[in-house]
């Protein structure tokens, strides 16, 4: 319906469009929305990352790389729908532009740096190194290994602890629905309710 927000999809961390399955195209036909997906660089089958990343990667990407593109496709005030990664992203970029944005819905975003966040990644990277992982991590990107690299390397450096964009937060102005689970084993549910302690309009889902 022309009348409806465009859905925009951020994915995760070691997400792309295939990884997202059909959940953006269900989420679409049910809220007759337009809906943009898309591999951010590096993902999928998007172009390589032209260096390493530093503990600003999702600032750029909130706030150099999201706003031409939206603007090059003629997005106005979308709805960002973001996961982990995604959804740092998302508030980011909502604090960034609070007139510009209609809503968001972030799942399991990350606001702060948690040693459960620091444990699970390590985990992950054993379970890389000895599994099948990268294989499967292949149907989904170019190079499997440039993307898991790139995850759990930032996210591990000392650099990236004192990352943190809870003063962010007050500024977003638009309605945020915010869904952590219990059992996640990269956050706890002060990820989110460090959200609604600060945005003025804020829905929790706690799973």
Same mark, same amino acid.
């Given at each position: 319906r022309s009348d409806r927000p465009t859905l925009v999809f951020l994915h995760e961390g070691l997400g792309?469009?295939?990884l997202w399955g059909d959940f953006p &195209? !269900?989420?679409? =036909?049910?809220?007759?929305?337009? +809906? /943009?997906?898309?591999? !951010?660089l590096g993902h999928g089958h998007s172009a390589p990352l032209p260096a390493p990343r530093t503990p600003r990667y999702m600032h750029q990407e909130a706030r150099q790389h999201l706003p031409p593109l939206?603007? +090059? /496709? *003629? %997005? @106005?005030? $979308?709805?960002?729908? *973001?996961?982990?990664?995604g959804g740092s992203i998302a508030l980011i970029h909502a604090a960034a532009r609070p007139d510009r944005v209609a809503g968001a819905v972030v799942l399991a975003p990350h606001e702060f740096v @948690?040693?459960? +966040?620091? &444990? *699970? %990644? !390590?985990?992950?990277? @054993?379970l890389y190194a000895t599994s099948d992982w990268p294989r499967r991590l292949g149907r989904y990107h170019r190079d $499997?290994?440039?993307?898991? #690299? &790139?995850?759990?390397?930032?996210?591990?450096? $000392? &650099?990236? !602890?004192?990352?943190? %964009? #809870?003063h962010c937060l007050p500024a %977003? #102005?638009?309605p945020l629905l915010a869904i952590q689970g219990?059992?996640? @084993?990269?956050?706890?549910?002060? =990820?989110i309710d460090c959200i609604a302690e600060a945005a003025p309009d804020v829905e929790l889902l706690k799973l």
């Open positions: 792309s469009v295939a &195209a !269900r989420v679409a =036909q049910a809220s007759a929305c337009r +809906a /943009l997906v898309w591999s !951010r939206l603007a +090059a /496709l *003629g %997005i @106005e005030r $979308p709805v960002l729908i *973001g996961h982990s990664d @948690e040693e459960k +966040a620091l &444990a *699970g %990644i !390590r985990r992950a990277g @054993e $499997p290994d440039a993307v898991f #690299r &790139a995850w759990h390397d930032t996210w591990l450096s $000392p &650099a990236f !602890r004192s990352w943190d %964009i #809870r %977003i #102005r638009c219990e059992d996640d @084993e990269y956050a706890t549910m002060r =990820q």
